[in-house]
Protein backbone atom coordinates (compact mmCIF):
# COMPACT_ATOMS: atom_id res chain seq x y z
CA UNK A 1 0.00 0.00 0.00
CA UNK A 2 1.46 3.92 -0.72
CA UNK A 3 0.83 5.50 2.09
CA UNK A 4 2.81 8.57 3.41
CA UNK A 5 2.51 9.64 6.91
CA UNK A 6 3.48 12.55 8.97
CA UNK A 7 4.92 13.23 12.03
CA UNK A 8 6.52 15.77 14.43
CA UNK A 9 3.42 18.98 14.72
CA UNK A 10 2.92 20.10 18.08
CA UNK A 11 2.46 23.34 20.18
CA UNK A 12 4.98 25.76 19.97
CA UNK A 13 5.80 29.27 21.00
CA UNK A 14 6.49 31.96 18.68
CA UNK A 15 10.05 32.23 17.83
CA UNK A 16 10.48 28.55 18.06
CA UNK A 17 10.97 25.42 15.79
CA UNK A 18 9.53 22.25 14.52
CA UNK A 19 10.85 19.57 12.56
CA UNK A 20 8.25 17.80 10.37
CA UNK A 21 8.92 14.17 8.61
CA UNK A 22 7.21 12.78 6.09
CA UNK A 23 7.57 9.09 5.64
CA UNK A 24 6.87 6.90 3.02
CA UNK A 25 6.07 3.54 2.68
CA UNK A 26 5.10 1.14 -0.63
CA UNK A 27 6.86 3.45 -3.10
CA UNK A 28 10.71 4.85 -2.90
CA UNK A 29 11.51 8.52 -3.34
CA UNK A 30 13.25 8.28 -6.75
CA UNK A 31 10.68 9.24 -9.18
CA UNK A 32 8.67 11.81 -6.82
CA UNK A 33 7.98 15.17 -6.24
CA UNK A 34 6.96 15.98 -2.56
CA UNK A 35 5.44 18.63 -1.22
CA UNK A 36 4.13 19.88 1.92
CA UNK A 37 1.15 21.57 2.22
CA UNK A 38 -1.15 23.23 5.17
CA UNK A 39 -4.28 24.41 5.89
CA UNK A 40 -5.22 26.73 8.21
CA UNK A 41 -8.13 26.84 9.74
CA UNK A 42 -11.19 28.58 7.13
CA UNK A 43 -8.15 29.10 4.63
CA UNK A 44 -7.68 27.13 1.55
CA UNK A 45 -4.81 24.47 1.42
CA UNK A 46 -1.76 26.38 0.64
CA UNK A 47 1.35 25.10 -0.70
CA UNK A 48 4.49 25.74 1.38
CA UNK A 49 7.66 24.07 -0.24
CA UNK A 50 8.40 21.04 -2.17
CA UNK A 51 11.20 19.14 -3.20
CA UNK A 52 12.02 16.80 -6.67
CA UNK A 53 14.05 13.48 -6.81
CA UNK A 54 14.98 14.03 -10.14
CA UNK A 55 17.46 16.97 -9.51
CA UNK A 56 17.16 17.88 -5.25
CA UNK A 57 15.23 20.63 -6.58
CA UNK A 58 13.92 23.60 -3.78
CA UNK A 59 10.99 25.34 -3.90
CA UNK A 60 9.49 27.55 -1.04
CA UNK A 61 6.00 29.47 -1.01
CA UNK A 62 6.91 33.50 0.34
CA UNK A 63 5.64 33.38 3.50
CA UNK A 64 7.90 30.69 4.88
CA UNK A 65 11.13 31.90 2.55
CA UNK A 66 13.96 31.78 4.60
CA UNK A 67 12.20 30.34 7.68
CA UNK A 68 11.67 26.68 6.61
CA UNK A 69 14.08 24.36 4.79
CA UNK A 70 13.00 21.32 3.15
CA UNK A 71 15.59 17.80 3.41
CA UNK A 72 15.35 13.99 1.84
CA UNK A 73 16.91 11.20 2.89
CA UNK A 74 16.32 8.56 0.44
CA UNK A 75 17.56 5.97 2.26
CA UNK A 76 15.15 6.11 4.61
CA UNK A 77 12.31 7.46 2.56
CA UNK A 78 11.41 10.24 4.34
CA UNK A 79 11.20 13.93 3.58
CA UNK A 80 11.39 16.78 6.82
CA UNK A 81 10.55 20.19 7.06
CA UNK A 82 12.75 22.10 9.59
CA UNK A 83 10.94 25.46 10.68
CA UNK A 84 12.52 28.11 12.23
CA UNK A 85 11.42 31.44 13.69
CA UNK A 86 7.76 30.26 13.57
CA UNK A 87 4.92 32.70 13.80
CA UNK A 88 1.74 32.41 15.05
CA UNK A 89 0.23 32.31 11.12
CA UNK A 90 2.11 28.88 10.48
CA UNK A 91 -0.55 27.84 12.59
CA UNK A 92 -1.97 25.24 10.33
CA UNK A 93 -2.54 21.17 9.65
CA UNK A 94 0.72 20.19 7.72
CA UNK A 95 0.44 17.40 5.29
CA UNK A 96 3.17 16.23 2.79
CA UNK A 97 1.91 14.28 -0.88
CA UNK A 98 3.67 13.29 -3.93
CA UNK A 99 3.43 13.28 -7.57
CA UNK A 100 5.45 11.23 -10.03
CA UNK A 101 4.42 13.69 -12.81
CA UNK A 102 6.01 15.82 -14.60
CA UNK A 103 4.50 19.00 -13.51
CA UNK A 104 6.41 17.88 -10.30
CA UNK A 105 6.80 20.77 -8.05
CA UNK A 106 4.42 23.28 -9.81
CA UNK A 107 1.87 20.78 -7.62
CA UNK A 108 2.64 23.81 -5.22
CA UNK A 109 -0.19 26.13 -7.19
CA UNK A 110 -3.25 25.32 -6.44
CA UNK A 111 -3.71 24.54 -11.02
CA UNK A 112 -1.64 21.58 -10.10
CA UNK A 113 -3.15 20.09 -7.38
CA UNK A 114 -4.67 17.43 -9.04
CA UNK A 115 -1.23 16.16 -10.53
CA UNK A 116 -0.79 14.68 -6.65
CA UNK A 117 -1.33 11.29 -6.22
CA UNK A 118 -0.93 10.71 -2.21
CA UNK A 119 -1.66 12.40 0.25
CA UNK A 120 -0.62 11.90 4.59
CA UNK A 121 -3.11 12.24 6.79
CA UNK A 122 -1.66 15.92 8.36
CA UNK A 123 -0.16 16.49 11.52
CA UNK A 124 -0.90 20.00 13.36
CA UNK A 125 1.39 22.77 14.10
CA UNK A 126 0.17 25.31 16.90
CA UNK A 127 2.29 28.28 17.21
CA UNK A 128 0.99 30.53 20.61
CA UNK A 129 2.03 34.29 20.56
Known amino acids: EVQLVESGGGLVQAGGSLRLSCAAS????????IGWFRQAPGKEREGVSC????????YYADSVKGRFTISSDNAKNTVYLQMNSLKPEDTAVYYC??????????????????????WGQGTLVTVSS
Open 26 to 33: GFTFDDYA
Open 97 to 118: AATTRAVACLVLDSSYRGYLEV
Open 51 to 58: ISSSDGST
